[in-house]
Structures are given as C-alpha cells and as structure tokens.
C-alpha cells in the first residue's frame, strides 16, 4: 500500500540509495513512533529489508520508507529527510502535528 499523507524528501532518498549500495541490496527505512522519550512520543528507525503486509511504502527516486498503520496516525502531513550536519548525520521526521518537541530533537507531543 502507497501513502501521500507522509512523504520522503531527496536527500533521504539519496541517502538509502547509499545505504543499499553498501549492503549490496535494496534496503528501506522503517518509520514508527512508540510511546516513550521526554516529551511523550518518540520515532523509531530501522533498515529493513522487506515490508509486512499492513505496512505503508513511501517511495521516491528508487527508495522507500515504510510506516505501519498505528504510526501514520501520528504521523499524517510528515516528511522523512535526512540532515547532515556539523552535529552529526541522521534521518530526520519534520511533523506538522507535533506540538513541542524536546531538545534533542527525537521526541514529541501533540
């Protein structure tokens, strides 16, 4: 199943077109968000190689992220991007229903 509620910027697609390379196979990021962290919510990120049947698969130039049902709740209108920055590389959600975040950046409130 396809999903234009939630979307997978260039440079994150860029970055599992690398990622699969190094593996030497197709490899796609699994988004998903549990309860936990300091601010309520928190994301997950996992390489994954194949998607469950109920999963949703956000592609773009060749990539793929995948989110399961119960997430994409928390996570209608996001874009997926990935940011490499003098902090440091890392996968990224920018959520528009996230109404505070905590410092670091990996958890949320709504």
Not at 49 to 67: M, P, Q, T, W, Y
Not at 75 to 90: C, N, P, W, Y
Request: proline share 1%; net charge negative; aromatic share 6%.
């Amino acid at each position: 199943m396809t999903t234009n509620e939630l979307t997978l910027s260039a440079s994150a697609a860029r970055r599992l077109s690398d990622l699969s390379k190094a593996e030497g196979k197709a490899v796609m990021l699994r988004v998903a968000v549990e309860g936990g962290g300091c601010s309520g919510f928190q994301y997950q990120f996992d390489l994954v190689d194949h998607a469950n049947d109920d999963d949703l698969k956000v592609e773009r130039d060749g990539s793929a992220a995948i989110v399961d049902e119960m997430s994409l709740v928390l996570l209608k209108g996001s874009e997926i991007d990935f940011v490499d920055e003098l902090a440091g590389a890392e996968f990224k959600v920018r959520n528009p229903n996230a109404k505070s975040s905590c410092g670091c950046g990996v958890s949320f409130s709504i």
